[in-house]
């Protein structure tokens, strides 16, 4: 499981660079491995040497603000949450901008997520910023390396090779521990990422929504309204998804009636999402098949 010696080096050195007035920033966005990434930092630096911070959406489950507090309890320390205050809800970004994806990506992302994270970036100093990659994620880690070197970013999965399940069960550990902590509803569902389970995430793939719509039809229509709003407005199909043959609304359109819907298309499993942190849906890594599948506008 272990990264070898000379990545134990390597933390050990970064340890030696941290102190109070330039901390490790380390991203907490609900998921496990941003969770294990957290406790590692932690373990690591020092409690006193790490500022763990949430970028809120409002836009989760309850069971991830449920979690989010457990969290505190098992780092023994409080999670700074920040957000953008020009929203009240996600909702409101895309009926704002008439979309739910743009060329860099999708749109309550960018808002909610990157441009927040950089606001806080500008403001405040650290040495490093910690990121949940694991160790399936070298490339998306090598990737954000490249092109946000001002970000200093710092993968303590990849240091030690933790693979996701590995996260999982280090928090089965913790709980056997006598903590009060178990994983957001969204993994007890089989989704694979807990992204923005309130809506469902926009830049989930056509197996993500087909699951969607098996276990919460409601939050597909309501969904397939805000496309059809979004689509009235604009005077062109705005869809969050896409295949060989176009666009494909969640549901049937009354004006374009002739273009597919959800129902429509053969039955695939969801596919992994990125972890939400302030990096999904942006030009900052290189897209995954799921994300390849959204209708980028």
Known sequence: MLGGLKNLEI?????QKINKQYPVIAWWSGGVTSAVTCYLCILWFGVENVRVVFIDTKNEDVSTYVFKEQCEKWYGCKIETITNTNYETIQDVWYRFNSLNVSTG??????????VRRKFESHNNYSYQAFGFDADEMK????????NAKSNPFFPLLMVMLLKKDCFNIITSAKSLFLEIDIPESYKLGYNNNNCRKTGCVQGGIGYWQKMDRDSPEKVDAMGKVEHDLTDRKGSPVTM???????????????FPEIQILADVEGR???PLLECNGFC??????KNETEKEINYQ
Request: hydrophobic fraction near 35%.
């Open 11 to 15: 933390v050990m050195i970064q340890i």
């Open 106 to 115: 999708a749109i309550c992302s960018s808002t909610l997520k990157r441009d």
């Open 140 to 147: 998306r880690a090598k990737a954000m390396s490249s092109n």
């Open 241 to 255: 998804l896409k295949n060989s043959r176009g666009p494909i609304f969640l549901r049937k359109h009354p004006i």
């Open 269 to 271: 499993e969801p596919k």
């Open 281 to 286: 849906g942006t030009n900052d890594l290189i």
